[in-house]
């Protein structure tokens, strides 16, 4: 029911963004997953009812990155993979 129905959007907490980076774990190196850690680290420990990263913030993340490619250390590819273990913690 929208605004009104009481309904949490889904977030991704930061118990399950280690999930996420232990998937990611020797699927990206040091460097690459450090850059993800980066990207959603303000939206991840936001303080009461917006702490974690909503599909929106998430959307959002992955436009920037795919619009910025020169500004990260992050392969269309390793996008992907991101995309991917994201959606498994983010589908209603």
């Not at 998937?23 to 450090?34: A, F, H, P, S």
Request: no cysteine; charged share 35%; proline share 1%.
């Amino acid at each position: 029911m929208g605004f009104f129905s009481g309904r949490k959007s889904k977030r991704v907490t930061p118990l399950e963004m280690r999930s996420i980076m232990s998937n990611l774990y020797g699927k990206l190196d040091k460097n690459e997953r450090v850059e993800v850690e980066k990207l959603f680290r303000a939206d991840l420990f936001e303080f009461g009812k917006e702490s974690g990263i909503t599909q929106a913030e998430f959307d959002s993340a992955m436009v920037w990155l795919e619009e910025n490619k020169t500004k990260h250390v992050l392969k269309a590819d390793d996008i992907e993979l991101i995309k991917k273990y994201f959606a498994e913690h983010l589908a209603d």
